[in-house]
């Protein structure tokens, strides 16, 4: 499942002012790519409780909002404010495993984009006014995931050629123009199609994120990119799901005590982590194996001797 993040690349390219709403959790596959996208789940009934429990103590951003899905205060702001309420440009961009809920009716009615995975020509069309169809094509030549953009007829065009050029950048910083079979083609006026496939091993972008864009559990929120730890000596954060590959975990850190060391978990179980000095910063890895079926819980935790103040700069995962 790695044509996300491949995907979510180029259509940040495309769409840089839309405001990404990622309905896909449990999983959640395209907002770990997308800083400052929101994350949701489109059918809170469906969840156990303890997980349910779980995914409400997040927050996101700098405003500190819930879950889209588990805060029926927010979601009742979100849906009667929609689309102006989230701001930008573009209508938001809603994506989604498999067809729309009719909770997202709203939303849809006012204009807004989807982004749905799967074969989409047996679901019914979403409400609101007509749209044309991209087809993304991720992934290798030997397993091709397939997304579809339902996006304002209007916007086809401009949105597919802005897709086509980004591909080439991203596979010459990705191992190279050659490693890759990248196409798209325009088949009718509301309809193209653009596919970027790996020819050997799939080559993903490193995912970086600053310390503010992540989705935490602490009490207070982030004023500046970085996120204040403050006095917690407990912190989860909700990555969505990442791509099934050997990797390595990385938090990027300032203000601790190297004598007195974290611990890094990842799902709950604690990771034979190392702490290594970066300048100024304090690098805490470890290796991992991913889950491409659900969204990873990176636990962070603090010896209660620790001082307080530290600061969480960031979070990598990549090679």
């Known amino acids: 499942m790695s044509a996300a993040a491949i995907l979510a690349s180029l259509l940040r390219e495309a769409l840089p002012e839309a405001t990404v709403l990622d309905f896909g959790l449990p999983a959640g596959r395209v907002f770990p790519w997308w800083p400052g996208a929101r994350c949701g789940i489109a ?28 805060d029926a205060a927010a979601d009742a702001a979100l849906l009667a404010g929609a689309p102006a309420a989230l701001g930008g440009v573009w209508p938001p961009l809603l994506v989604v495993e498999g067809a729309a809920p009719a909770a997202l009716t709203p939303l849809l009615d006012a204009g807004a984009m989807l982004l749905q995975h799967g074969l989409t020509e047996a679901m019914a069309p979403p409400p609101g006014p007509p749209r044309g169809r991209i087809m993304l094509l991720g992934g290798s030549v030997s397993r091709i995931e397939r997304w579809d953009l339902l996006l304002p007829a209007a916007q086809l065009g401009p949105v597919f050629g802005r897709m086509q050029a980004a591909a080439q950048p991203l596979a010459a910083a990705l191992g190279g123009a050659a490693q890759w079979q990248i196409g798209g083609r325009t088949v009718m ?3 193209a199609s653009i596919g970027m496939l790996a020819l050997g091993t799939e080559q993903l972008p490193p995912l970086r994120l600053p310390g503010a ?28 799901a990442l791509p099934a590959r050997p990797a390595w975990l990385r938090l990027r850190l300032r203000g601790i005590d190297p004598d007195l060391g974290p611990g890094l978990f990842l799902d709950g179980l604690r990771l034979d982590a190392q702490l290594r000095p970066e300048g100024r910063d304090w690098l805490l890895e470890a290796p991992v194996g991913l889950r491409p079926d659900r969204a990873a819980v990176v636990g962070l935790a603090l010896p209660e001797r620790a001082p307080p103040g530290a600061l969480l700069l960031g979070l990598e995962v990549g090679p």
Do not use: I, S
């Not at 059918?43 to 951003?61: C, I, Q, S, V, Y």
């Open 213 to 240: 864009a992540l989705a935490h559990d602490l009490p207070h929120l982030a004023a500046g990119p970085e996120l204040p730890l403050g006095t917690a000596r407990r912190l989860r954060l909700l990555l969505g």
């Open 43 to 70: 059918d809170p009934a469906a969840l156990p409780p303890a997980e349910a429990a779980l995914l409400r103590r997040f927050r996101l951003g700098p405003a500190g909002l819930p879950v889209c899905g588990l």
């Open 189 to 191: 006026e509301q309809l």
